[in-house]
C-alpha cells in the first residue's frame, strides 16, 4: 500500500466527503473511491459508510484513521530528517532569547531536544525581548524566546510558560523575614532593575499601571543590563530588586529571600515568537517541545 492510499484516506476522513477529498488531492472522485476500496479490501472491512450528504468512518475507520495520522506523520518527518542530512544549511538552527530565558530555561530545554543525538548546528543570540522580537522581524533568528506579551507586527506567538516574578532581597536585608509588604513600602525601597524593554520590566511595568504608577516613582538605584549583575547587587545588600524564580538555582537559596507586593500581580508569560511562515525543522521541534501539554520548564 503507498503513501498516497493513506493521504487519500485521510483526506476522506477530515472532509467527510469523496467528491471533497478528490479536489483537495487533484483526483477525480472514482480514483479515490477505487483506493478506498482496496484499503477495504486489505483489511477485510468496510472503513466508510456512504450516505447522501458525504460519507462517516465506521469504528474500524475510526481506528485506522488514527493509525494513518502516526503514519503519515513519521513519513513526512523521516523526509525532513533525511533532507537535513543531506543540506547543512537545512539543519541550522537559530534561536534568539531574552536572558533569563537563555540563562535559566534554554540549557535544558536543548539537552532534552537533542537527546540522544544532536540534529541541529544551534545559535543562540541573547537580548531583552523587545530585540529578540526585532531580531525575528528582521529573520536574524528563526525563533524568539521572550518574556513579554508581543505587540510587534505581524509576529506569531505561542505561550509556553507562566512566570510568577517577586520581589528578592538578600539574607541580610530586614524584609528577610517577611512574606509580603505593602506597595507603598516596595516604592520606597532602593531598588536594582532591568533596563527598558526587558521582559521582567515590562511585567513591573504593567503591574504598577494597574495601580496608576510608574517606574518613574519607584526610588530605582541602579539599571542593569544582566540579571547575574542584578543578583550580585542584591545579595551584598544594595537594594531590593524583581525577578523570575527562574534565576534563583537552587544552589543559591540560602543567599535571598523572596516575598510579594500586596496588591502587585507580577504574573507573566513567556512565548516563542516566530514570523507566520515555514519554520526549519529544528524550529518546529523546539516550539513542539516547549508548547506541549506535558513540557516542563522551571516548576510551576
Not at 483526483?27 to 472503513?47: G, K, T, W
Not at 481506528?63 to 542530512?85: G, I, M, N, Q
Not at 540522544?116 to 524566546?145: I, K, T, W, Y
Not at 530605582?220 to 538555582?249: C, D, H, N, Q, Y
Request: some cysteine; proline content about 5%; overall charge negative.
Amino acid at each position: 500500500m503507498n503513501p498516497q492510499s493513506w493521504e487519500t484516506f485521510r483526506a476522506v476522513a477530515e472532509a467527510r466527503s469523496i467528491s471533497a477529498a478528490a479536489r483537495t488531492l487533484n483526483l477525480s472522485p472514482s480514483a479515490v473511491s477505487q483506493q478506498i476500496q482496496q484499503m477495504e479490501e486489505s483489511y477485510h472491512c468496510r472503513l466508510l459508510v456512504r450516505h447522501t450528504h458525504g460519507v462517516n468512518l465506521t469504528t474500524e475507520g475510526e481506528v485506522l484513521y488514527r493509525y494513518a495520522k502516526r503514519l503519515l506523520r513519521t513519513l513526512a518527518e523521516s523526509h525532513e530528517r533525511l533532507a537535513e542530512l543531506s543540506d547543512p544549511a537545512a539543519s541550522r538552527l537559530r534561536i534568539g532569547a531574552s536572558l533569563t530565558i537563555a540563562e535559566y530555561v534554554l540549557p535544558d530545554v536543548l539537552a532534552q531536544l537533542y537527546r540522544p543525538e544532536p540534529r541541529d548546528h544551534v545559535s543562540v543570540m541573547m537580548a531583552n525581548s523587545e530585540a529578540v522580537c526585532d531580531f525575528v522581524l528582521n529573520q536574524a533568528v528563526d525563533v524568539g524566546l521572550v518574556e513579554a506579551e508581543v505587540e510587534k507586527g505581524p509576529l506569531v506567538a505561542e505561550r509556553f510558560y507562566t512566570d510568577r516574578a517577586a520581589v528578592y532581597v538578600g539574607a541580610g536585608h530586614r524584609w528577610a523575614t517577611q512574606q509580603a509588604i505593602d506597595l507603598e513600602e516596595f516604592m520606597q525601597e532602593p531598588l536594582i532593575l532591568r533596563e527598558p524593554g526587558s521582559g521582567t520590566r515590562r511585567a513591573l511595568e504593567r503591574a504598577l499601571d494597574d495601580h496608576e504608577r510608574g517606574i518613574e516613582d519607584l526610588s530605582v538605584r541602579l539599571v542593569l543590563a544582566t540579571t547575574e549583575a542584578i543578583k550580585a547587587m542584591v545579595r551584598a545588600g544594595f537594594g531590593a530588586t524583581v525577578l523570575s524564580p527562574l534565576a534563583i538555582r537552587p544552589d543559591e537559596t540560602s543567599g535571598f529571600h523572596a516575598m510579594a507586593v500586596r496588591g502587585l500581580d507580577l504574573t507573566r508569560h513567556f512565548y516563542a515568537v516566530h514570523l507566520p511562515v515555514t519554520l526549519p525543522a529544528g524550529a518546529r521541534r523546539l516550539i513542539h517541545l516547549l508548547t506541549r501539554p506535558t513540557a516542563k520548564v522551571g516548576e510551576q
